[in-house]
């Protein structure tokens, strides 16, 4: 075996399961040696070394083919992780439910029932991050999971961002203005162009220079925001990697405790302070 | 506990040319199995092909002691395990009667 490929084979040992490595990884490897081979003992040296560079796309086409075919094969996961991922899904949905009605609470007071579904879309993603970046961390706390559900949670955190994205794009101007021209209505104010609304767009006008102003922070909160389930998803990830292996009963208390002070230390870049006081609870 | 569903016995396309290439030969190389379909193979989903009818239960595989010229690695060959010659029959039985009838 050469060096290459022997380095190629370790590296890959460390990422890849006992059984990949016996099907996929070590026939590849051993196919392109010979081949390779066969090629440097009839002196075609550029042969041989288009036959490791073609062998290696070979390689890793092979690789990521029979993960992804295994990693859609749920019934293959160990129980921790279908868990994991079952319950991620089962609180965010939950949380989301539970928040948006929460969020709107006081335009509920107010407003009649018709005109407070116009508001969902507005919270929906600022909801749909959060509850995700909670019920993660909630589901993923002290289990041994592999990579599988990490990819699962990713892939919705994913669907997640394009829905917020749809609904900051399309949803909620659209929601917006179907808001306003029922308020119209309920108000009694005819539609067309009387003299007090000629006079309001002129007023309109003078205001649109310190709209126009807000545009820009309101065009990069919206790319923020459709981006937020991604990027809080992956934050979840370091700060469930960070958490003490406790028992389930014990991690909410040891986990309140804890958690502000790990994270402060992973900001100061100091793991001082979350030492200490893992070793005192 | 639920009643585990009955296993359905599939055969695409790609695993039938595998099983028949691998009757034919009795046994084979993932690199002699690429070889010997003329280019319906492909060198980046044999493998993959290969696990999967592996699983399923359609072949085996042993490894083998390294040739000399494989530089110390031993290849791993494949043989048709008798569910597979079963599958291959069974799946051969229809097309035989249909082709003649479709191509005529």
Known sequence: MTSQSGSIRRFLRRHCSSVTMARIVDPIL????IEADAADAQGHQWASRRIRAAGSIVLLKAITLYSWTRFWSIQEWSREDRRALARTLTYAATLTAAAIPLMTLPALIQLPANRWLYLVPEVLPIALPFCLFIGLIYAFRARMVSLRPHAAVLIAAVLCSIVSFATL?????????????????DVGIQRGLPVEEVQSLIEGNRRFDREQKQRPINYHTRWALAAAPVVLAMWAFLVVARLPNTGSRQWPEHGCRTLPLRLHSSCSGSAEPATNLERRT | MAARRPRVLTLSAKESLILQLLVRHDQAYGLELVSTSRGRLKRGTVYVTLGRMEEKGYISSRLEDAPPEAGGLPRRVYTPTALGRQVLEAWSQPTRFLIPAVTR
């Open chain 1, 30 to 33: 051993t196919d392109i040696h």
């Open chain 1, 169 to 185: 794009t399309w949803v909620v101007p659209a929601s917006n203005n179907a808001s306003r021209v029922t308020a119209l209505m």
